[in-house]
């Protein structure tokens, strides 16, 4: 009987060293979700930054909007503008300049210290950031 249940305290320690490890680790789900949701929203980002600077390129002039800048590529009508992956909500595009423009997401993580080098240009605070 005394055996059994030093098993299980053993069982029971080994199961939760398990769990802990695992949270310091790759850290809790929801950083994992941030992370992801973080990383969709780059992409969204560059392939915006990507159909601004296609426009800008033809058209001598920024785009008014996003969908402006995507219209070249949406001649089937099946791309849609790129949203936050997590409110739905429209990334923000904004003129600054005749050559210059801002696109903001917000984000859900900080990368400032950890972004792989050929992303260096994405790296980002938590919270409302501009590139």
């Known amino acids: ?75 089937s009508g099946n791309i849609k503008v790129p949203t936050d992956p997590e409110t739905d909500i429209e990334y923000q595009y904004q003129i600054v300049g005749s050559k210059e423009y801002k696109l903001c997401a917000t984000f859900g993580t900080n990368t400032i210290s950890s972004t792989p080098q050929y992303l260096i240009g994405y790296s980002h605070p938590s919270g409302l950031f501009c590139f």
């Open 1 to 75: 009987m005394k055996k059994n249940k030093i098993t299980m305290i053993i069982l029971s320690l080994i199961v939760l060293s398990t769990v802990i490890y695992g949270f310091m680790d790759g850290g809790s789900p929801q950083a994992a979700r941030n992370k992801r949701f973080d990383e969709k929203r780059i992409q969204d980002v560059q392939q915006i930054k990507n159909w601004v600077n296609s426009y800008y390129n033809t058209n001598k002039v920024l785009p008014s909007t996003v969908l402006e800048a995507s219209a070249k590529y949406n001649n």
